[in-house]
């Protein structure tokens, strides 16, 4: 099968960003994000409007969810440590490598028992031109519990007050620390500050979750093997509250990204370096 050209671009671009260190810059094709304004995003779903399209929009995905697995668009092969959730009676934060559009359902799938168990709701903050996309995803983007980063000041202080609320009453939010997403890319990046800031913040733990990768004998439609995915939950990291802030963040960060690093190299069997 021939590879998509548009494909084979995109790693390019991942190749040459790696080489700059631009591990935070986007490599896909998205048209410029319009920047919401505050009165278009209901972050808390205090509407009746708003809670019955997430309720819909809940109940479409997970039979999309289903319809993935069904056809092995998307293989869950195994996952690890989920008993590291067990005691965590408080709210947290969810850290995830961002590798295709479809890993945020690889969480939802192995979280639903936990999350039917535990009667949490799971929250993912996606960035902000997601939010104006059109079609299913579009409506998926709107309204499975997602909170939208935007550029606009105002937005961004509903936005913070949002994830303020969701942690001190108790449920997930999951944060994609590297920022951009680098299309099946299985190395960690360095992390931005967001989620261990939110964490330390509001005293809530993170679980860090690595997904790391293995061919498949299938094939995407644009002519590359699909990956199976092992879910790696790892120990719950708690913020120092003997520290400042800054200080408790850049700790949590530097603890997350060697943890991850550790999954790395035992899967891989290769210590985990970047191309110069």
Same mark, same amino acid.
């Given at each position: 099968m021939e590879k998509s050209k548009e494909r084979l671009e995109v790693l390019n671009r991942i190749n040459e960003f790696e080489k700059e260190k631009k591990f935070d810059i986007d490599v896909e094709n998205d048209l410029p994000a319009k920047p919401l304004e505050a009165n278009e995003v209901e972050y808390l779903n205090k509407k009746l409007t708003s809670k019955i399209n997430t309720k819909i929009a809940n109940y479409i995905a997970r039979k999309f969810i289903d319809k993935l697995i069904k056809n092995e668009n998307m293989i869950i092969k195994e996952v690890l440590g989920l008993d590291n959730l067990s005691n965590l009676d408080t709210g947290f934060i969810i850290t995830c490598n961002h590798f295709n559009p479809y890993d945020n359902f690889a969480l939802h799938e192995v979280l639903k028992t936990y999350l039917k168990k535990t009667k $949490? &709701? @799971?929250? %993912?903050?996606? $960035? *902000? /031109?997601?939010?104006? @996309? %059109? /079609?299913?995803? /579009?409506? @998926?983007?709107? !309204?499975?519990? =997602?909170?939208?980063?935007?550029?606009?000041?105002? =937005?961004?202080?509903? @936005?913070? !007050? #949002?994830?303020? =609320?969701?942690? %001190? &009453?108790?449920?997930?939010?999951?944060?994609?620390? *590297?920022?951009?997403?680098?299309?099946?890319? &299985?190395?960690? &990046?360095?992390? %931005? #500050? /967001? #989620?261990f800031r939110y964490a330390s913040k509001t005293n809530v733990p993170i679980v860090p979750c690595f997904i790391t990768m293995s061919d498949s004998t299938n094939y995407d439609k644009d002519g590359f093997k699909i990956q199976e995915y092992t879910v790696n939950f790892l120990k719950p990291i708690f913020p120092d509250t003997s520290l400042n802030l800054k200080d408790s963040s850049e700790k949590l960060s530097i603890q997350n990204y060697q943890m991850w690093k550790e999954v790395y190299e035992e899967t891989y069997k290769i210590p985990l370096t970047y191309e110069e």
């Open positions: $949490k &709701r @799971f929250y %993912k903050v996606i $960035k *902000e /031109g997601n939010y104006s @996309f %059109k /079609g299913l995803y /579009g409506y @998926f983007f709107r !309204h499975c519990n =997602t909170l939208p980063l935007s550029s606009n000041y105002n =937005t961004m202080k509903n @936005f913070n !007050h #949002a994830i303020d =609320t969701i942690l %001190k &009453r108790g449920d997930i939010v999951l944060i994609y620390p *590297e920022q951009a997403m680098w299309w099946n890319y &299985r190395k960690p &990046r360095p992390l %931005k #500050a /967001g #989620a």
